[in-house]
């Protein structure tokens, strides 16, 4: 049966804001480096206080929107799923999605009274990358986000596993789930983040429950999640949860499992400046290849030169131009 849209995602919407800083600098601010930390709004306003000095940038952004943007200007039909304000960072984010011609629950009108939730994005020389994240009104995620005729309506569901640190938003995500599979939709799932794993690890597996079609995850997030230092024990004891996945390494490549094969698939030398987004990234385009029908090696090569070229720029996304030249490095 043909599906309206390629990919529903479900995730947190947040605005970004990316600040370059030396290791001295971020040592200085009391926050545990390259992991994603939660933050009430008192503290996000103390470190945007101390941060007012370096030179920043803003833009809409949240890991599940990063992965669907990616995926509907490689060409594939998406629909987003989140909460933002009605604020000035609800304008940003919402004008982001329309910008890109992604469907949403959104709209001018049916945005609550509050706070949009906001990252800080510490960036430092080894192009590591340091977030504090205050979830602000996405942290009332509900079943009220949802358009379940669209989820019905598309191939695969994807949800951002940031969501498995609030309650309510993991009951929903379950529960989109269970939608997903009665209506022939493929079900997906990040791990997000080692810290998220570590501390929330019994809501993804209550999200995953008996299993999702694919896993997207680095190679710390599987070890976290498996609970081993072996890579190689991980990559096997992720089977149980997942039919197929893709596990980014790094500058060592990805390693997939399609569902019988796995396959280590290399990826270019790039001159690395921000690693934001370059697990975002590499998800959106690696789900527009399985779209088109391509294999997980071939989905993974354009994964790969997708991430490989969001990482050589701030900002956590590609834009229309740079896709176009990675559509051509992947085709020639």
Known sequence: MNKHYDIYGMGNALVDTEFKLDNAELAKLGIEKGVMTLVDHARLNELTEKLKHVQCNRTSGGSAANTIITSQLFGNKTFYSCKVANDTAGDL?????????????????NREDGVTGECLVKITPDSD???CTHLGITNTYSDK???????????YLYIEGYLSAQPIATQVAIQAKKTAEAH??????TLSDPTIVN???DNFLAMIGTGVHLIFCNDHEAKMFCQTDDLEIAKESLKKYTQTYAITMGSHGVCVFDGNETAIIPCEKVNVINTVGAGDVFAGAF??????GYNYTKAAKLANLAAGQVVTKLGPRLDADEVALVIKKFNG
């Open 184 to 189: 022939g939709v493929k079900t997906s799932i």
């Open 93 to 109: 984010f919402l004008a982001g999605l329309l910008e890109q011609g992604v469907a949403t629950n959104l709209t001018q009108d």
């Open 145 to 155: 986000e949802m358009n379940v005729d669209a989820l019905k309506n598309s191939r």
């Open 199 to 201: 501390y929330f690890k």
């Open 287 to 292: 789900l527009y290849a399985l779209s088109q």
């Open 129 to 131: 990358r340091t977030m």
